[in-house]
């Protein structure tokens, strides 16, 4: 089983940046892709960015130039760097971590969700 818990979450003016960290446990961390989706208010859930096991980053096209995706293997944490945020960008940010499963589709593990609020 996997245990997933994001941080970092906080209210930044526009321009800013915020870290968003996801630390992972009880799972073989180094063994599976993770990702980072966000859900603004009366929106749907989008994917962000993912990162495969082997260090291979994609964006959306929303923040691809201005987010950076990374994983520390030996601390099990995803971070997800913010950089020049935007309104647009208001959302709760959820981690997600994709389990492969020999003989089964994949299973993805979310967090509990970290606030990011960008203000004008």
């Known amino acids: 089983q996997v245990q997933l818990v994001e941080s970092g979450g906080d209210l930044v003016q526009a321009g800013g940046s915020l870290r968003l960290s996801c630390a992972a446990s009880?799972?073989?961390?180094?063994?599976?892709?993770m990702g980072w989706y966000r859900q603004g208010p009366g929106q749907q859930r989008e994917w962000v960015a993912s990162?495969?096991?082997?260090?291979?980053?994609a964006y959306a096209d929303s923040v691809k130039g201005r987010f950076t995706i990374s994983r520390d293997n030996t601390k099990h944490t995803l971070y997800l760097q913010m950089n020049s945020l935007g309104p647009e960008d208001t959302a709760v940010y959820f981690c997600n971590l994709r389990l492969t499963r020999l003989g089964r589709p994949p299973f993805d593990y979310w967090g509990q969700g970290t606030q990011v609020t960008v203000s004008s």
């Open positions: 009880g799972s073989a961390f180094s063994n599976n892709g």
């Open positions: 990162i495969t096991s082997g260090g291979a980053t």
